[in-house]
């Protein structure tokens, strides 16, 4: 018998000075206690077989997809971890990482693209090389969060534009002049659709550049999945679009859609191309795979649409307060944090899973629990949702949901701001 070895606890780590010591404590004692109720906000039940899993961004169901995952087994097989190194120094064009740009780029109809470690890195990385402090950049309010820290790392001005309203944008930039539009084709926390075509009008007839951020749009829109830009015909006219591939594309990975002068520029000019290391070959050879499988996914893209356009349907006939949205994502915007959380531990206890988004994901006052629906749900999953929807109607409480109070007065813009 081996002898037992003595459990030595670790020694403590050295003790934080009080200015970090006090944000620490201020979560816990604010966020945790009194904002939260005591428990942590994203810690509910944990799913059984059986539950129905609506928190995943693989809106096609191509997770664990044979192809992929052979592919991903054979690169790994052949080639290791790769060169740990950034993509600055991966020069060579035959190199997959680069074939699998022009293959991409094709597919959404630009001259040339860019991968990235992630949409987060894309998005940080391109805004960094195109905005500094003369550049106002104008950004969708509910824009994702890697676009404001990409303005913030630029040292840019920020001007916030009010959800979906091109008015407003065009009013900012005749005040401030060219500069950058940045927008969500699709908004991660509600499902809205930006007004794409009319941002774009503005974008061309005041000198602005566009970014487009297609994360939740790539792969499941578009007839072959090419987005929604490249499918509404605007690709000539928008400078950049940028995209997660950690959504439809089911890998790790970002990607940005440009021309060719500009990529040699961001890889010597993005501080995340240049200071962190490159995706591995394995991610690469997943990513081909993932996207061989999405080419030809035109049965779960439509599969998709209809069980979006029937679950968006029963839920607005039930009075749930989703109008704000009209794609795959679903928000159930209760909006005090406490009421979120037992918005979710309800569809938690009858085996339905959501996410919970809270400050700062969302504003104080906004919080949600989102719902991804995905190809891959059954007619039963489809039902069962709806059917538990209708039954919980009362308990949890829909018409004190801050979106069912937004619903009963017209949209207050100070709402918006706060
Ligand atoms: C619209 C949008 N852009 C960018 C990102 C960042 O993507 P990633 O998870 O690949 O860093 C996300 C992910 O949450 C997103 O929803």
């Not at 030595?8 to 109720?37: K, M, N, S, T």
């Not at 499902?191 to 487009?212: F, Q």
């Amino acid at each position: 018998m081996h002898a037992l070895t003595p459990v030595v606890p670790p020694p403590a780590a050295a003790p934080l000075p009080a200015f970090v010591q006090q944000r620490v404590e201020r979560f816990y004692h604010q966020r945790v206690a009194v904002d939260w109720g005591g428990r942590h906000i994203l810690r509910g039940r944990r799913p059984e077989p059986g539950d129905l899993l609506l928190q995943s961004n693989d809106y096609l169901a191509i997770a664990g997809h044979p192809d992929i995952e052979q592919a991903q087994r054979e690169a790994l097989a052949r080639h290791g971890q790769g060169m740990m190194m950034s993509a600055l120094f991966m020069q060579d064009e035959a190199d997959p990482l680069h074939q699998l740009e022009v293959t991409l780029a094709r597919a959404v109809g630009s001259q040339a693209g860019i991968l990235a470690q992630s949409g987060y890195a894309a998005n940080v990385g391109l805004l960094q090389s195109i905005a500094d402090e003369r550049v106002p950049v104008y950004i969708d309010m509910l824009a994702h969060a890697s676009l404001w820290e990409g303005i913030r790392s630029a040292g840019a001005r920020a001007v916030p534009i009010l959800h979906n309203e091109p008015a407003h944008l065009e009013r900012h930039v005749l005040r401030h002049g060219p500069g950058v539009i940045v927008v969500d084709a699709i908004y991660s926390t509600n499902g809205s659709l930006a007004p794409l075509a009319e941002i774009v009008d503005i974008g061309t007839r005041h000198g602005c550049v566009l970014v487009i951020d297609e994360s939740h749009s790539l792969g499941t829109h578009g007839r072959h999945g090419e987005g929604l830009v490249a499918s509404l015909g605007l690709m000539p006219k928008v400078h950049f679009v940028t995209v997660s591939l950690a959504k439809a594309y089911c890998s790790r990975a970002g990607f940005i859609a440009c021309n060719s002068a500009f990529k040699d520029y961001f890889g010597c000019e993005a501080f995340p191309a240049i200071f962190s290391s490159a995706l591995l070959p394995h991610d690469v050879a997943g990513l081909a795979a993932a996207h061989r499988v999405i080419a030809a996914a035109d049965e779960r893209r439509e599969r998709l649409r209809s069980i979006t356009m029937r679950v968006r349907a029963a839920l607005a006939a039930l009075g749930y307060p989703i109008e704000d949205g009209s794609e795959q994502i679903i928000a159930f915007e209760a909006g005090v944090e406490t009421l979120t959380a037992h918005v979710r531990d309800l569809l938690e206890a009858h085996g339905i899973f959501g996410s919970v988004f809270s400050a700062p994901a969302t504003t104080r006052n906004r919080s949600l629990l989102r719902l991804t629906l995905n190809a891959g749900m059954s007619e039963a999953d489809v039902e069962r949702l709806i059917d538990t929807c209708r039954r919980l109607r009362e308990a949890m409480r829909v018409d004190s949901w801050s979106a069912s109070r937004r619903r009963r007065r017209p949209v207050d813009a100070l709402e918006q701001v706060a």
